[in-house]
């Protein structure tokens, strides 16, 4: 098994501009999780999903974050627009039935200048 | 709303020397209990699990963890720890049994083992 597929794996970019993050659960896992990791905040759960439907949106930042998971197979974290602020390892995990271990992914270090 | 407290910041310590993490989690309701590492650069893993039965659990790497519901603790041990264990350690809890998915995760303990 392939494990947790992240994309990119470092994105660095300006301000203002729009970012996407891409991942890819474990297949037959039906949970799909996001999360932001800073120094300063620690890890924090952003969004997730259960049979592709957003379950709970509370920990996102704001309005410029938004995530869809249009299959079982694919989730997108986007940022329009991007700031410094933002900047931090995004990961996403995927679990099978929900409450179960969480398997994480590689993670995607995103730097907003 | 669940909160999972970990004890210790950062915890130095030498090879072979025993390690304990603590944690603590304010909850009424029945948990699945976790410890995850993550090591320098590396995405989160799980360490061990409980979701019921014995209440001491093994995991991976001679890691070990005791769930006292009285205390709503879950520690972590490591009776001799290696220079390869130095990564940052994660307590993490769930409702057992409801359709709240999520994972509350503990600030993390930074471990830092001397060679």
């Given at each position: 098994?392939?494990?947790?597929?992240?994309?990119?794996?470092?994105?660095?970019?300006?301000?203002?501009?729009?970012?996407?993050?891409?991942?890819?659960?474990?297949?037959?896992?039906?949970?799909?999780?996001?999360?932001?990791?800073?120094?300063?905040?620690g890890?924090?759960?952003l969004?997730?999903?259960?049979?592709?439907?957003?379950?709970?949106?509370?920990?996102?930042?704001?309005?410029?974050?938004?995530?869809k998971?249009?299959?079982?197979?694919?989730?997108?974290?986007?940022?329009?627009?991007?700031?410094?602020?933002d900047?931090?390892?995004?990961?996403?995990?995927?679990?099978?039935?929900?409450?179960?271990e969480?398997?994480?992914?590689?993670?995607?270090?995103l730097?907003?200048? | 709303?669940?909160?999972?407290?970990?004890?210790?910041?950062?915890?130095?310590?030498?090879?072979?020397?025993?390690?304990?993490?603590?944690?603590?989690?304010?909850?009424?309701?029945?948990?699945?209990?976790?410890?995850?590492?993550?090591?320098?650069?590396?995405?989160?893993?799980?360490?061990?699990?409980y979701f019921?039965?014995?209440p001491?659990?093994?995991?991976?790497?001679?890691?070990?963890?005791?769930?006292?519901?009285?205390?709503?603790?879950?520690?972590?041990?490591?009776?001799?720890?290696?220079?390869?264990?130095?990564?940052?350690?994660?307590?993490?809890?769930?409702?057992?049994?409801?359709?709240?998915?999520?994972?509350?995760?503990?600030?993390?303990?930074?471990?830092?083992?001397?060679a």
């Open positions: 098994d392939a494990g947790v597929i992240q994309s990119p794996r470092h994105e660095v970019t300006e301000m203002g501009q729009e970012v996407t993050l891409r991942c890819k659960p474990i297949s037959g896992h039906n949970s799909l999780f996001w999360y932001r990791q800073t120094m300063m905040r890890l924090e759960l969004i997730y999903f259960n049979n592709n439907v957003p379950i709970d949106d509370s920990g996102m930042p704001e309005d410029r974050f938004s995530a998971m249009p299959n079982a197979s694919f989730s997108t974290l986007k940022i329009q627009p991007s700031e410094p602020r900047s931090a390892v995004y990961f996403c995990a995927s679990s099978f039935q929900g409450a179960d969480q398997y994480f992914g590689p993670g995607t270090r730097t907003v200048t | 709303a669940q909160s999972v407290s970990q004890h210790n910041h950062h915890v130095i310590l030498s090879e072979a020397a025993s390690l304990e993490l603590g944690c603590n989690y304010s909850y009424g309701g029945t948990v699945n209990l976790f410890w995850y590492v993550q090591y320098p650069g590396q995405h989160l893993q799980l360490l061990l699990k019921s039965g014995d001491l659990v093994k995991g991976i790497k001679g890691f070990e963890a005791e769930f006292i519901k009285s205390k709503f603790s879950f520690n972590l041990r490591k009776p001799s720890v290696q220079w390869s264990d130095t990564a940052e350690y994660f307590c993490a809890v769930s409702n057992k049994g409801s359709n709240d998915y999520k994972l509350s995760f503990g600030a993390g303990t930074t471990v830092t083992v001397r």
